[in-house]
T-cell receptor, first 117, second 111 residues
Framework: GAVVSQHPSRVICKSGTSVKIECRSL??????MFWYRQFPKKSLMLMAT?????????EQGVEKDKFLINHASLTLSTLTVTSAHPEDSSFYIC?????????????FGPGTRLTVL | GIQVEQSPPDLILQEGANSTLRCNFS?????LQWFHQNPWGQLINLFY???GTKQNGRLSATTVATERYSLLYISSSQTTDSGVYFC?????????????FGKGTLLTVNP
């Protein structure tokens, strides 16, 4: 149980294009999902908290107009990187929390590796 | 926000050896999780352990919340244990439900 999927697993795009990444909880409902970014040999950095039915909460320094988050249902959150540039290349990971209490155990997707040329 | 320190940053072991990884945190916690990130980047949940001791096979973890640290024990290590181990607590208070990741311990187990 508690499986989270991400799609795509890997994407290469040209500078200036937009890329959408999907995060799905496969066997549970998640009111809250989180989006993280990880640079090579570094730790995970929280980008934003995605709540079903409401606007996402972004961490300080994260551009909300560049990283659009939509939590359309209790099993799906999407992250759209708009007008991508090479510096947006990174490993993006989502997590989901079963149930209504936000400090329950988080379960992570396998990640999406984005390369912007 | 809560500060997290993991030690050691790097650890090299021979197969069969035991090890202890440490996580210190600066504030009271609602939750603490240990993860293993495999070479493909997948984070694997090891323990959800805001306090007390848990065991799962060759791995066990102890969190002493009053002293603000957690330990992860790996016994009889195998090459498949290689990867990065992260500790991530959730601090108490307000809307502070977010996991804060330490910098991790890179474990290499040699055959």
């Amino acid at each position: 149980g508690a499986v989270v999927s991400q799609h795509p697993s890997r994407v290469i795009c040209k500078s200036g294009t937009s890329v959408k990444i999907e995060c799905r909880s496969l066997d549970f409902q998640a009111t809250t999902m989180f989006w993280y970014r990880q640079f090579p040999k570094k730790s995970l950095m929280l980008m934003a908290t995605s709540n079903e039915g409401s606007k996402a909460t972004y961490e300080q320094g994260v551009e909300k107009d560049k990283f659009l988050i939509n939590h359309a249902s209790l099993t799906l959150s999407t992250l759209t990187v708009t007008s991508a540039h090479p510096e947006d290349s990174s490993f993006y990971i989502c997590s989901a929390v079963p149930g209504l209490v936000s400090y329950n155990e988080q379960f992570f997707g396998p990640g999406t590796r984005l390369t912007v040329l | 926000g809560i500060q997290v320190e993991q030690s050691p940053p790097d650890l090299i072991l021979q197969e069969g050896a035991n090890s202890t990884l440490r996580c210190n945190f600066s504030d009271s916690v609602n939750n603490l999780q240990w993860f293993h990130q495999n070479p493909w980047g997948q984070l694997i949940n090891l323990f959800y352990i805001p306090s007390g001791t848990k065991q799962n096979g060759r791995l066990s973890a102890t969190t002493v919340a009053t002293e603000r640290y957690s330990l992860l024990y790996i016994s009889s290590s195998q090459t498949t244990d290689s990867g990065v181990y992260f500790c991530a607590p959730v601090g108490r208070g307000g809307s502070n439900y977010k996991l804060t990741f330490g910098k991790g311990t890179l474990l290499t187990v040699n055959p």
